[in-house]
Structure formats: structure tokens, C-alpha cells
């Protein structure tokens, strides 16, 4: 959270006068999280503001420059006040330090306009998201022990868990659908007695993950305590984990969840987001809620209270007071014996989980129920149907694909899932189907923010949950949905609309379309550049990327640290190429970037630094990339490119890695098939996703 830093132009007492405020930190963050994630580890980062920080409206259009904060999610801490403020459009008094009785520095502003920005950035890219902080600190039971070290400050990246500083996010998912008994009949029923058993079990599990997690952060300390480093460079790391470790043992924070509540529901005869379907999902919520503090109230007496449990501290905490009314029995038990676990309770995305379990992630509802996959095929085989010929001339056969559970659903119903359906016939069947109008695109948006604002009212933590939108859907819109989600009791919202990333994040400028954009006829003296590194045969490598618009316009890359060596910071991640003339007019290319006390530092002759075989094709692909070729296209080229020298090759690899970053998401792969199932894949964050299936593959 970056509420504490001062705003722009506070003074300071440095030879910098007065402070840069609140950008220049989430660039530094953000750049801190994409060094966490080079050589094909995955960085996540969460940066969050108080929207009664006088910096706030930098802090929410940040991201709108193309190529700033790209490594970190950006969410806004909302209060009350401010909202009241944007229903009765009055003005809003920000402040710094944040909610001071005597700040140092008073903004008055026009609530509404700034709720406009908000809602506008959403609209067109889907960030920032939303904290209704007042709504979280109010709920939160950990923060009845904030004066401890317990008061929140944000929430982890995908904004399951609000979380105080140094704790941790646990997670474990149950899959609601595994307990629907004769699923999609009329005798369809869900088995509360099992799930309650599960519940108690799964709150246990999750009490024995902390003590692992203790015994891994043991191991750790005691790793770096036999480190030859002396103890002063040693004991910033030794502090850290020694918090994270108190933390940890002190408050034995939990996140059991759920997930495949779209499924459960359409076993169970509900269309999602109905008020039938919200009521017993809210049913399902609040059994949750009541057996895991049940639970941690048994571990309790079993194993001891975490340690600084009092009654007295949470006895008017509204989701206490809840639980008190839904079970008096055992908020009795609670008072006598405590609680071994200061909060239990999530709802996060599974993405990963969900495919595992093959249903719905979360509480979201199914994306599509049906869908096609192309598989390749040779026209003058037996059998082989052409449904489908590309630009290329290549002939593929279509399958259709069904929801796990869709399918599930039509062998029940007696229909045969290894039928070539027609697109008629398969409009038909989903209309037969409990999943017909309960679709992300097709249900309403509105009444799904209603049905997370119920469910959020028996969970301790928070839901991760995004409202998708189709692509015409109007700014309006996501305001009203915001502010339903603000009255609903909801921590928090994010919105996505289908395809906004694209439009705003290729460039600063909007586009009208494919034809605006075009590189400069001229190499300027000047580009904007970052660096990639990644590994080939064990070997390190590192690319410098210069940017034109954002675009790739021309690439250096080969062996990092080698004979003649790049001294390279693994801090610096993006600077400045120049092109430089010498007096007899040669022309040569410099990278510079601003080191950590702020001094401009030069690493000359880019093209004479590596291999100059390297260089000629170096030369040869920035050729292409100056004449706006698509990304993905030139990554197709030179996947084509053939060499005799395994050096080459090796060479060739690289630039791939380095390019493939650059492709937008959502783009189809030429040529490229999943593995798996053999569908087509598409570029997510330089990797390829199969859509059908989920397969991924990076490097």
C-alpha cells in the first residue's frame, strides 16, 4: 500500500527539495516484481491507495500510459465518505497523511469527476479495481486486534485476503459440485451432512499447512544463518522471515474456500443468478462460515487458541455478531475455549484448481458451455471431414467442445455427447439446459454483484470475483455496478470488458484502427528500451528490446556476461537506446539507464558486445520489425529460420523468448497447436494458453 508516501511537490529534506510522490514507487514495485519474474519464474504484485491520498487520481490513471506499472494490479482503497460524496455529488477533502486530524497537505475535489476517471479507466482497461475499505476494516475480524499488528493494509494480488503486514495467504478450495447427490435430476440434493464433515476436515488441514509452513520458514532462517556473509548483511533477511514467522505461529490465518458454484447450482435445477440460486448459494456460504469457526473452535481445545485471542476485543464485530445469531452453541464454545485461527475464510479465483477439477472456478458462473476446437487434417485421408480451410490453405476438422459438466448434464438427459451437432442443434441444447441464460455474458450483471454482496456477508476475508462485460457495454454501466457493489456490502469489484486491455494498452493514443499505426521512416537518436533475460542450455542471455510506441523496433540479444562482457545490473530492467556518430560519421548504439542512486550509467556498442554473427541477424530481424510486421508473424519467421550452428540456433531461440513478451494477449498462434487436445493456442503474457483445455507452455 503506498497511502504513507508524500505527495508530489511535498517538500523534503534531501537535495531533491520536494518529492516525485506516488508513480515513480509503483514503477520501482512494479519493475521490483518483473526481475522477480525473469528466467520463467511468474511474479504478483498488488499496489493499492487511499483514495483520500492527494495523489490518488496520478495513482489511477497510471497505468493508462502504455508500458508503465505492467507488473503489478493496481486497486483503489475507497471509503465511505467518498462514495457518499459521488451518490450526492459534493466535494471530497483529501488528505495527507491519509484521514489526519492534522494533515500536512488539504485537496478539495469534485468526488464525482474523479469517480468518472475511475470508472473510465475500468471501462477501457480494467484497472483500477476497487476496495471498499471501510467495508473491509469494519468486517474484518483481524482488525479487532489492529493496536497488535493486525490492522490491514491491502490485499494479495488477487484480492481474496485483506492482509496486514507479513502475513500470508493460505488457500484451500472445496468443490461444492462433488457434493450434489443425482446431479441434474429431478431428485437432484445437495449433502449437507458430508460438506460439514469436509468443512471441519479441510479448516484442520489448513491449521496443519501453517505449522509446514513454520517448519519450511525454519529452514530458511537456518540456511541463512550458515550464509558466510557477516551478520549486518545477513540481518535485514533474518528480520524479515522472523516477522513473517510471528506472524505466521501468532494469528494462524486461514483461507478455505470454495469453488464450482456455477456447476453446483446448475446440478441442482438453479439458473444462476436467480433469487432461487443466490439464496442457496448464500445457504451454502453460511453452513461454510458456521462450520469452519466451528472447527477452529475444536482445534482450540485440542491445540490452544492462537495467542492473542479476546472475546472481548470481537464481541461487536458484525461478522461475529452474525455467527453469534446463526449458531449460539457454538459462539458459547468460542468464548470458553477461543478460536484457533484469527480468520478462516475465501472465496478464491481457482483458475488452476478449477481445471483440475473440471467445473466453474469460484463462485463465477460457466464461461461457455459449448464450444469448438479445429484439429489439422490431410483432406486425402479416409474419413476426414473438412470443415474448415485457413489463408494458408491448410484443412482442419471442427469438434465440438462441451463444459465438463454440460456434458455431464446431456448424458443424463440421454443425449449422445460424440455427435457432430450442428450450430441449430447446439443452440437447442443449451436452451434444454439449466445453464441456458447463466452464462458470464448472458446473466445479470447486476444481480451477480447483488449475490457477492450476500455470500461476502459469511465470508471473514474476501471474494475474488470479476464481473465480464461484453464489449459494448457502456461506461454507465460499470458505475452503476460499482455502486451496487458498494450497497450490496461487497469488499471489493473489478470489472473486465471483453477486449479492453487490447485497445488502451497498445498504445497511449486510441486507436480507430490497424492502419494508425506506423514506424518512423527514420530511426530516432533516441528509444525507449528494456531488458530481457532468460536462460538457453543453462547458459544466461539477455536481450535489449528498443520500443517505438511501445512496439518493438529493434533487438539486441546474445550470451550475458561473457568474454567481453555486459555489466549489467539484474536490477535494470528497461532504459534508453542511442544512437550515437563518431567524428568520421560511423554510427554506433549505447544503453542507458538511470542506476540506483540515480546516475546515468552507459554500456557502449551494443552491436559490437556480442557475436557479430548474432549482429547480422540481429540486423536482418530489426529490419522487419521497423516495417510494423506483426509480432507473432516475425516469431513465425524465424521459428522457420534454419541454421547449420547449434550456436545459431541456440541464438534464434532467444529472440523468440524475448519477442514473445511483446505479442498482445488473446493473439492465435500460427501454426501452433495445443499438445494436449490439439486445439489452437493463443499468446497470454508471452506464453501460449490453449483456451480449450488450459494446457500452457512458456519459453
Known amino acids: 500500500d503506498l497511502s504513507h508516501i508524500r505527495p508530489k511537490g511535498s517538500p523534503v529534506k534531501n537535495s531533491a527539495l520536494t518529492s516525485t510522490g506516488i508513480v515513480p514507487f509503483m514503477e520501482r514495485y512494479s519493475n521490483s516484481t518483473r526481475e522477480v519474474a525473469q528466467d520463467g519464474r511468474r511474479g504478483a504484485l498488488m499496489l493499492s491507495v487511499s483514495i ?90 483481524p482488525d479487532c486486534y489492529a493496536d497488535l499488528g493486525y490492522r490491514t493494509v491491502s490485499t494479495n494480488p488477487c484480492g481474496e485476503i485483506p492482509l496486514c503486514p507479513y502475513d500470508s495467504c493460505r488457500l484451500l478450495a472445496i468443490n461444492l459440485y462433488s457434493y450434489v447427490l443425482d446431479p441434474f435430476t429431478d431428485k437432484a440434493r445437495f449433502d449437507f451432512e458430508l460438506f460439514k464433515t469436509h468443512v471441519a476436515i479441510a479448516q484442520r488441514i489448513m491449521d496443519d499447512i501453517i505449522d509446514l509452513e513454520l517448519e519450511k520458514i525454519d529452514t530458511i532462517l537456518d540456511k541463512i544463518d550458515a550464509d558466510p556473509e557477516d551478520e549486518e548483511i545477513k540481518g535485514v533477511e533474518i528480520r524479515l522471515w522472523q516477522k513473517i514467522r510471528r506472524k505466521a505461529k501468532e494469528g494462524r490465518r486461514t483461507g478455505v474456500g470454495i469453488t464450482a458454484e ?57 461478522y461475529i455478531l452474525r455467527l453469534k445469531e446463526a449458531d449460539p452453541e457454538m459462539y458459547e464454545e468460542m468464548l470458553r475455549y477461543g478460536r484457533r485461527n484469527i480468520a478462516c475464510l475465501t472465496i478464491a479465483p481457482t483458475g488452476t484448481t478449477s481445471l483440475m477439477t473440471q467445473t466453474t472456478s469460484g463462485i463465477e458462473p460457466v464461461f461457455m458451455p459449448v464450444y469448438k476446437r479445429r484439429r489439422k487434417v490431410n483432406p486425402g485421408d479416409q474419413n476426414v471431414r473438412v470443415d474448415f480451410v485457413d489463408e494458408s490453405g491448410d484443412s482442419y476438422e471442427e469438434f465440438i467442445v462441451f463444459h465438463h459438466k454440460f456434458a455431464e448434464w446431456m448424458k443424463v438427459k440421454g443425449f449422445d455427447i460424440n455427435k457432430h451437432y450442428s450450430d441449430e442443434e447446439i443452440d437447442q441444447l443449451v436452451a434444454k439446459s439449466p445453464y441456458y441464460k447463466a452464462t458470464s455474458n448472458d446473466i445479470d450483471w447486476v444481480a451477480k454483484v447483488r449475490m457477492q454482496g450476500m455470500i461476502q456477508k459469511w465470508v471473514d476475508h474476501s471474494i475474488s470475483v470479476t464481473v465480464n462485460l461484453p464489449s459494448d457495454v457502456t461506461e454507465e454501466l460499470v458505475g452503476q455496478l460499482y455502486i451496487e457493489a458498494w450497497k450490496s456490502g461487497c469488499k471489493g469489484c473489478t470489472v473486465y470488458r471483453d477486449g479492453s486491455r487490447a485497445g488502451v494498452l497498445i498504445s497511449a493514443k486510441e486507436k480507430k484502427g490497424p492502419e494508425q499505426f506506423s514506424m ?114 516475425i516469431i513465425g519467421l524465424i521459428g522457420t529460420m534454419e541454421f547449420d550452428s547449434e550456436n545459431i540456433n541456440t541464438w534464434k531461440n532467444g529472440v523468440e523468448r524475448a519477442l514473445k513478451k511483446y505479442v498482445p494477449d488473446g493473439t492465435e498462434a500460427a501454426g501452433e497447436v495445443c499438445e494436449n487436445c490439439g486445439s489452437p493456442v493463443v499468446y497470454q503474457e508471452g506464453c501460449l494458453i490453449c483456451k480449450t483445455c488450459g494446457t500452457s507452455k512458456c519459453g
Open 52 to 141: 483520500n491520498h492527494p495523489d490518488s487520481e496520478s495513482f489511477i490513471d497510471a497505468k493508462m500510459t502504455e508500458g508503465k506499472v505492467t507488473g503489478a494490479n493496481v486497486s483503489v482503497k475507497i471509503d465511505d465518505a467518498f462514495m457518499q460524496a459521488v451518490v450526492e455529488d459534493k466535494s471530497y477533502v483529501q488528505s495527507y497523511p491519509v484521514y489526519s486530524k492534522n494533515p500536512k497537505n488539504v485537496k478539495e475535489i469534485n468526488a464525482r469527476q474523479l469517480w468518472n476517471k475511475i470508472v473510465h479507466n475500468a471501462w477501457k482497461s480494467a484497472e483500477p479495481g476497487i476496495l471498499f475499505w471501510d467495508t473491509i476494516i469494519r468486517e474484518s475480524v
Open 262 to 318: 456455477g456447476d453446483m447450482l446448475a446440478a441442482l435445477g438453479y439458473r444462476y443468478g436467480s433469487e432461487e440460486a443466490t439464496d442457496f448459494a448464500v445457504k451454502i456460504q453460511k453452513t461454510l462460515a458456521v462450520e469452519a469457526y466451528r472447527s477452529s473452535v475444536h482445534l482450540a481445545k485440542d491445540r490452544g487458541s492462537f495467542k492473542i485471542f479476546d472475546a472481548k476485543r470481537e464481541e461487536n464485530n458484525p
Open 520 to 633: 518512423p521512416s527514420k530511426r530516432p537518436m533516441e528509444l525507449d528500451a528494456e531488458v530481457v533475460r532468460f536462460q538457453n542450455n543453462k547458459e544466461k542471455w539477455i536481450a535489449f528490446v528498443g520500443l517505438y510506441q511501445g512496439r518493438p523496433y529493434e533487438i539486441f540479444t546474445g550470451i550475458a556476461d561473457d568474454e567481453e562482457g555486459i555489466m549489467l545490473p539484474k536490477s535494470v530492467v528497461s532504459g534508453k537506446i542511442v544512437k550515437h556518430y563518431d567524428e568520421e560519421g560511423n554510427s554506433r548504439y549505447d544503453f542507458q539507464f538511470s542506476n540506483k542512486r540515480g546516475f546515468k550509467t552507459t554500456v557502449e556498442g551494443l552491436s559490437y558486445k556480442f557475436n557479430k554473427e548474432y549482429w547480422n541477424y540481429a540486423k536482418l530481424i530489426s529490419g522487419v520489425l521497423r516495417y510494423g510486421m506483426p509480432i507473432h508473424q
